[in-house]
């Protein structure tokens, strides 16, 4: 503990006299200082014991010693040493009366104490505390190390929490609570992932001090660089001290060390990876097996999805790129579940990834797309769900379902959406209308002189299968009068409706216009 004007009145050689403010001597003391100004309060910075001898005091003038008294309290004196036998023989009673007022501990320092034993009580003290928490500070970065080394990021927050006396939480890039300790921190670590998505939006390091009704709560960045990798919560009821901090300065390299990978690990791994796949739709699953190894556990044992997801429009040079954002959200959510999880970076604008079906990492990344629907970062195509043989087969409805996406505007489409679904949808298409347009065009400008009405004619013949009778009913006119109309539709297109593709054609067309014709 720092020295407290208490420690100073018991320590034998000094001889000190508390003369008032007895209720306030656990205060500690920042430093001794000596001033015989009549106003020393610009040069104090908070926490002094202040020692005069009333050279240019009138210490017996009540209204004085109130004035001078009150402005000490102000500016943070904890304590007021006065040397008798020097000016005054004791300590004047209006001191006395004023520092009771203020409830400032007053101290009677006797003729043979010299203030320079006082201020070397103070700085011994001072130094020895000082020695104790760096002392303390290095035993705790040596438990957290073993701790670390034999077993891992839940012992070092089970260990830190216990030296600051309050908690800790751990947490990944994406904000969730990975470990706590105790147990019951969890559920107040959980109420911070606000707070801690702000901190990720920073660059590393970085740090924010939340303060609540129930503690105070430090947040620290983990992760080497600009990129922030996770984060670490310590709740304690006041401040850290020093040998405190110096255990949450160790716990913050250690858990950066154990969830910061190396860049030429990391990149082994995904050339691992990337032979892997490469493996997987070459039609080699074995092979891809016994190249993966334990590395990806039952993931290529199917039944797995294959997702391709693509950057979409322009980045924000200063942002992190999406695709790199959604491979550690990914990679997050499958070491949440305990789940393995293959991506690979195909170049800087693609990301395939392997996840299992019905998973984690499936549903983080619909979770994902979801919410970057308006930012249009990325759009992604997802496959059936499928099995090792049939690697090749799903990377193709990855890619079908990934180029619907993007001309749909959307941020994710299933493969399944598209087979279970209508072919209608794929119709609206820029192109395909420009196509429709063009072969309906002369038919429009024909019904817009009021000369007929072929395309209504057109649609309800095709939509009855060339039945005369049901689609002439459907129109409310005679079947010769229908047959003329479609004689000149023939003329107009030049294209015989005898033809299947033509009238496939046809069909595609009116559909992909709609209902309501074009405007001319």
């Not at 010693?65 to 040493?81: E, I, K, N, P």
């Not at 990129?227 to 304690?236: F, I, K, N, Q, S």
Request: glycine fraction near 8%.
């Amino acid at each position: 503990m720092p020295p407290t004007l208490a420690s100073l009145v018991q320590h034998s050689a000094l001889k000190l006299t508390v003369r008032a403010g007895e209720g306030s001597l656990d205060t500690p003391v920042r430093w001794a200082h000596v001033s015989e100004l009549a106003d020393p309060v610009p040069y104090m910075e908070g926490g002094e014991l202040l020692l005069i001898t009333a050279m240019t005091l009138d210490a017996e003038d009540g209204e004085a010693m109130r004035r001078y008294v009150r402005r000490l309290v102000g500016a943070g004196v904890v304590g007021l040493g006065f040397a008798v036998g020097v000016n005054y023989d004791e300590v004047p009673q209006a001191l006395v009366d004023a520092a009771r007022e203020e409830g400032l501990p007053l101290l009677e320092v006797p003729r043979r104490t010299p203030f320079l034993a006082i201020s070397k009580a103070v700085s011994a003290a001072i130094a020895a505390d000082q020695y104790r928490s760096v002392t303390a500070g290095f035993e705790a970065q040596r438990e957290l190390t073993r701790a670390a080394l034999a077993e891992g990021p839940d012992a070092v927050l089970a260990r830190l929490a216990a030296h600051v006396d309050g908690w800790a939480a751990l947490y990944d890039a994406s904000g969730a609570v990975l470990a706590a300790a105790p147990e019951w921190a969890a559920r107040r670590a959980a109420r911070l992932t606000g707070d801690v998505e702000r901190l990720r939006e920073r660059p590393a390091p970085a740090s924010a001090v939340v303060g609540g009704t129930e503690d105070r709560v430090e947040l620290q960045s983990l992760g080497s660089g600009r990129r922030v990798r996770g984060a670490l919560a310590v709740g304690t009821e006041a401040p850290l001290g020093t040998a405190e901090r110096y255990a949450v300065h160790s716990a913050i390299a250690l858990l950066t060390l154990t969830t910061e990978r190396s860049r030429s690990l990391q990149a082994a791994e995904q050339r691992l990876g990337a032979a892997v796949l490469r493996m997987m739709l070459s039609g080699q699953p074995d092979h891809a097996r016994a190249v993966a190894g334990d590395l990806y556990g039952g993931l290529l044992d199917a039944p797995f999805r294959l997702l391709i997801a693509e950057a979409a429009g322009e980045r924000d040079p200063a942002g992190e790129p999406p695709l790199q954002s959604l491979a550690e959200a990914l990679e997050a959510a499958a070491a949440r579940a305990g789940e393995a999880v293959l991506a690979v970076p195909e170049g800087e604008e693609r990301l395939v990834v392997l996840a299992g079906d019905g998973g984690a990492v499936v549903a983080a990344c619909e979770a994902y797309a979801e919410r970057k629907t308006e930012e249009a970062e990325l759009v992604i195509g997802l496959s059936a769900p499928t099995g090792p043989i049939a690697a090749a087969a799903a990377y193709k409805q990855a890619e079908q379902a990934l180029s619907v996406a993007r001309r749909r505007g959307r941020a994710l489409v299933e493969h399944e959406e598209l087979a279970a679904g209508s072919v209608l949808p794929l119709l609206a298409d820029d192109a395909v209308r420009a196509f429709a347009d063009g072969m309906l065009r002369a038919l429009y400008e024909h019904d817009a002189t009021g000369r007929g009405d072929l395309v209504a004619s057109l649609r309800a013949w095709l939509s009855r299968h060339g039945q005369w009778d049901a689609a002439a009913a459907d129109l409310g006119v005679h079947r010769h009068t229908l047959r003329y109309r479609m004689r000149r539709v023939e003329e107009i297109l030049g294209r015989s409706l005898d033809d299947p593709d033509a009238r496939m054609e046809l069909w595609l067309a009116l559909k992909a216009t709609g209902d309501t014709p074009r405007p001319l």
